[in-house]
């Protein structure tokens, strides 16, 4: 999957993940490879990140959107 996390000002993230789990609105929730489509907002806290190597990080966030589709994650921030 291909996930993008972008802030107003600038592309903070672009590269193939395993899976993704983020704070949603009404809980933490993860995406994996085939995901159904999927329009979340997200709250503050951490979205876990595993690439295709299965490397694990961590991003902290402030708040957001997220969009899942055809295994593409797009993540919209609302500040840096």
Request: glycine share 8%; no cysteine; proline share 4%.
């Amino acid at each position: 999957m291909l996930l993008e996390i972008l802030s107003p000002e600038e592309l903070i993230y672009k590269g193939e993940v395993a899976l993704v789990q983020m704070p949603g609105e009404k809980g933490s929730f993860e995406v994996l490879v085939n995901h159904a489509p999927l329009v979340a907002l997200l709250e503050s806290g951490k979205i876990k990140i595993i690439d295709s190597s299965r490397n694990l990080s961590y991003m902290t966030i402030s708040g957001g959107m997220v969009k899942v589709k055809d295994n593409q994650i797009t993540v919209l921030l609302t500040s840096a």
